[in-house]
C-alpha cells in the first residue's frame, strides 16, 4: 500500500490481455532479396581473375584476395554507409577564433582511407618490383571503387602524382617515401610528425575548366633564386579543389614566363599552416564522403616543377594517370551496379518466376555484363600499357598517350547508363538511399555522372593528341585480349 492507499504490489498490466507476439504484423516479409556481403569481390570475379593470371600477376594474389573480401564485407558496408552519411564539416577557425583550416571526418572515412592504403591501393604501381604492378595497383582500385568510390578520389590522385613529383628529383626525394607509404595518418600536420600522406590535385577556376589556360592565379619568386626546384610565393583561386584535407598539392599558376606547375604542401617547414584558405565545401552530387573545396592562395608557398611555362606539360604527367584511374574506377563501378543488379533479381520473384529467369531481365543483365566485361578488359589493357611503358616499350607509349584519354572517356559515358540500368533491376529499391550496399544505386549513378566531369572533361579527352607521332613500329606484338567467358554471379 502507498500512501494513498494503492496496492502497488499489483502489476497494472496484469488487468490487460496478453497479445500474441506478432499481433502488430500486418503481413509476412517476404520476396525481398538480402543485403550483398560476404563474397570474395577478386576470387569471385571471374574476368578479374584472368586477367591476373593473363598478366602473370599472381605475385599480387594474396593481396588482391585480402582486398577482395574486405571491400565486400558487412564491415565495410556499414562504413561506406556512415561515412556518407556523416558529411564531412570545415572547420575555419578554432574557437578561439584562429584561422585552422581543417577539414572534420566521420571516423568511418579514416578508417576506409587505412585500409585502401593498407592494401598499397595509392602505391602499389611505385612500391612493387615485380612486373605488372600498374595493372596489380589497377586491381586495388578496381576493388575499392566497388567498396567506397569516395575514397578513391584521394587514392587516385596520390598514385598518379608520381610522375608529376618525379620530374623534379629532390623534390621527389622529399616527398615520394611519405606519400607511398602504406601507413595512413589522419592527424592534419606537417609530415615531419606524420607516417604518411595524399596528394590533391588542384588545378580549376571559375574561368578555367577544360581551358586550362586563362587561369588567373599568379606566381613569384620567393626569393631571389628561380627556376625548377625554387620557391614561389602564389596568389589566386581553386574552383574544385578535392581532398583539401591532403598533405601535398600539385597546382597551376602564371609567372611572368608562363603558366607553371607547383607543388604545394599543405603546412610550411616552419610547422605553421601554408597560406591556403578553404572558402567553403562544396555540396557536390553523387557520393558524399569525399570532400571538395573552392579556395584562396594568400601568398601559399610552392616549389617550381619542371620549368616556368611548362606548367600544362607537367600536370599532364599527373592527369594521365587520373584517366587512367577513372577508366579502372569506372569499370569497378560497373561491376559493382552489375552484381547488385545480379543478386537483386536472383532474390526477387515477379510473375512466378525469379527475375533472372524473365526473359527480358536476362537481356537487360547480359547487355550489362557485356559492357562491364569490356569497360574491364579496356582499362586493363591501358593498364598493362603503361606497365610495357615504364619498362621502356615504345609501342606502348603511343598506345597509352592515345587510348588513355579513349578509355576514360568511354568508361566514364558507359559506367553512367550502366549503374541507370542496374538502379531499374532494383525497381523502386533502387531509389531508396538505405541501400542494401553502402548507400544507394541512386547515388553510385550521381557519382558515375561526376566521373565523367571530373578531371578530364569529355571534350579534352577527345581533343587530338598535339603532335602527331610520325613512324609507328611494325604491327608486331599482340595489342588486344580475346574475350574470356564472364562468370556473371557476385560468389
Ligand atoms: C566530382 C568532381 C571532382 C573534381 N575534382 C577536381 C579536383 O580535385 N581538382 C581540379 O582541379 N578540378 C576538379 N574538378 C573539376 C573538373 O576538372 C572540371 O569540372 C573539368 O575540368 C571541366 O571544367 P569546367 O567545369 O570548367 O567545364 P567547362 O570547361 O566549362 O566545360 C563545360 C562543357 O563544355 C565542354 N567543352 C569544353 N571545351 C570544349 C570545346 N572546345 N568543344 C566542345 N566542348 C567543349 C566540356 O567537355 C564540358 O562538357 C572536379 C569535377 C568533378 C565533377
Request: a positive charge.
Amino acid at each position: 500500500m502507498n500512501s494513498l492507499g494503492a496496492d502497488t504490489s499489483a502489476d497494472p498490466f496484469d488487468r490487460f490481455p496478453t497479445l500474441p507476439a506478432d499481433s502488430y504484423a500486418t503481413h509476412e516479409v517476404m520476396n525481398q532479396a538480402t543485403p550483398l556481403t560476404g563474397h570474395n569481390a577478386f576470387t569471385g570475379d571471374k574476368l578479374l581473375t584472368e586477367i591476373a593470371r593473363r598478366e602473370k600477376i599472381c605475385w599480387a594474389d594474396g593481396l588482391l584476395t585480402d582486398a577482395g573480401a574486405t571491400v565486400a564485407s558487412a564491415h565495410v558496408a556499414k562504413l561506406a554507409r556512415d561515412a556518407n552519411r556523416n558529411l564531412p564539416e570545415l572547420k575555419s577557425h578554432d574557437r578561439f577564433g584562429n584561422r585552422i583550416d581543417q577539414i572534420e571526418f566521420h571516423p568511418a572515412w579514416h578508417e576506409l582511407m587505412s585500409l585502401a592504403i593498407g592494401h598499397g591501393t595509392h602505391a602499389l604501381s611505385w612500391t612493387a618490383k615485380q612486373p605488372g604492378a600498374h595493372v596489380a595497383r589497377g586491381m586495388l582500385s578496381y576493388l575499392w571503387n566497388q567498396g567506397e568510390n569516395g575514397i578513391c578520389c584521394p587514392l587516385g590522385m596520390t598514385y598518379s602524382a608520381i610522375p608529376a613529383l618525379r620530374l623534379q628529383p629532390e623534390l621527389a626525394a622529399i616527398w615520394e617515401p611519405f606519400i607511398l607509404s602504406s601507413r595512413y595518418d589522419a592527424t592534419s600536420a606537417p609530415m615531419q610528425r606524420k607516417t604518411g600522406g595524399t596528394v590533391g590535385m588542384t588545378l580549376t577556376e571559375k574561368q578555367a575548366g577544360s581551358d586550362l589556360r586563362a587561369t588567373q592565379t599568379t606566381a613569384r619568386p620567393a626569393a631571389a633564386r628561380r627556376g625548377p626546384g625554387e620557391a614561389y610565393l602564389i596568389d589566386g583561386h581553386k574552383w574544385f579543389f578535392s581532398v583539401p584535407h591532403s598533405d601535398l598539392f600539385v597546382t597551376l599558376a602564371h609567372t611572368d614566363r608562363g603558366l607553371s606547375c607547383f607543388l604545394l604542401p599543405g603546412w610550411l617547414p616552419d610547422g605553421s599552416r601554408n597560406h591556403l584558405q578553404i572558402q567553403r565545401l562544396k555540396d557536390k552530387c553523387g557520393n558524399k564522403s569525399n570532400a571538395s573545396s573552392e579556395i584562396e592562395y594568400r601568398g601559399a608557398l610552392g616549389w617550381l616543377v619542371g620549368e616556368e611555362g611548362q606548367g600544362i606539360k607537367a600536370a599532364l604527367a599527373m592527369t594521365h594517370l587520373t584517366r587512367l584511374d577513372f577508366a579502372i574506377g569506372s569499370a569497378g563501378l560497373m561491376r559493382r551496379a552489375l552484381s547488385e543488379a545480379i543478386h537483386h533479381t536472383t532474390g526477387r520473384r515477379a510473375f512466378q518466376r525469379s527475375l533472372i529467369d524473365q526473359p527480358l531481365m536476362q537481356n537487360v543483365i547480359a547487355d550489362m555484363a557485356l559492357e562491364a566485361e569490356a569497360a574491364t578488359l579496356l582499362a586493363f589493357r591501358l593498364a598493362r600499357a603503361v606497365d610495357d611503358e615504364q619498362a621502356g616499350d615504345a609501342r606502348a607509349a603511343l598506345l597509352v598517350r592515345i587510348g588513355t584519354p579513349v578509355g576514360k572517356y568511354f568508361n566514364c559515358k558507359r559506367v553512367v547508363g550502366l549503374v541507370h540500368e542496374a538502379l531499374e533491376c532494383h525497381g523502386g529499391n533502387g531509389f531508396v538511399e538505405e541501400g542494401p550496399m553502402r548507400g544507394s544505386i541512386a547515388r553510385r549513378r550521381s557519382t558515375a555522372s561526376g566521373k565523367a566531369a571530373a578531371i578530364s572533361s569529355p571534350s579534352t579527352c577527345c581533343a587530338p593528341p598535339p603532335g602527331r607521332p610520325r613512324a609507328y613500329p611494325p604491327s608486331s606484338t599482340r595489342c588486344g585480349w580475346p574475350r574470356v567467358a564472364t562468370n556473371a554471379s557476385t560468389g
